[in-house]
């Protein structure tokens, strides 16, 4: 691995609304990979480099999707913009215990085409170029059946190249046709991952596994695998050993949108840095535990 390291997190950025108390909605941005991206980028600071790779519109909204991304230092040679196109909108509803459920609009979004405009070639020739290509199932889902394709010929040269392929597993049923359908586009793409950030509830919904032993027997082949449950003992598996790290005690749980997201760019950062197994989990507890006291996914930095 380069001492800066050069990662690319593919996936989708959404028009955020955040559904308040007093019935107003905030307005701001948010997705999975684009949060990782972003705490990914402010935990390594200097000692590494990361890209977004996505596709936008030429709205005024997906420009200051970029101004923001820029700000928080991230770079976007790889981000597309589509012209008469829009990004996809969400709205996050939460309970009184911080638990959230989201409203999608995003059936026309831009990132949909991501990978099959012409100009999505050089940046499929690209990806493996990065020493870490990090997408989720959320990225399975909105790049489509021939996007889906493409970014698996790029995984598997990006692994030849020698660069490491990371995988949050992020399963959104509405997202997919079936959940057949879903299981069959994870099962093409876990051949070429070297690193897996699961979360348990979404392997219990995919694939049905009852517990962690089937979780950690699913993924036999994959080198690295980290078990998020929220609340309980993360759970990992690297190099033939395995270990249980406990979470961070949270008096009050505000808002648990990016929780996840933003554990596994803690854990990335610090295995990046040398950090091993157990202090990446610790520091993925660390900053999961000060995300969901503040509400959106996004925390100031």
Known sequence: MNTTPRIALIGECMIELQHRADGSLHQSFGGDTLNAAVYLRRELGALGHVDYVTALGDDSFSDAMCQQWTDEGLGLSMVQRLPG???GLYCIQTDANGERKFLYWRNEAAVRDCFTTPAAAPILAALPGYDVVYFSGITLAVLGEVGRERLLQALIETRRRGGRVVFDNNYRPRLWASVEAARAAYHKVLAEV???????????????????????????????????????????????????????????VVDTTAAGDSFSAAYLASRLKGGSPQEAALAGHRLASRVIQVPGALIPR
Do not use: I
């Open 85 to 87: 196109r829009l990004p």
């Open 194 to 252: 070297d690193m897996a950030l699961l979360t348990e509830d979404d392997e219990r919904a995919l694939f049905g596994h009852a517990d962690s032993e089937q979780v950690f027997a699913a993924y036999p082949a994959v080198a690295e695998v980290v078990l998020k449950r929220g609340a309980e003992d993360c759970l990992l598996r690297c190099a033939g050993q395995r270990f249980a790290v406990p979470a961070l005690p949270v008096e009050t």
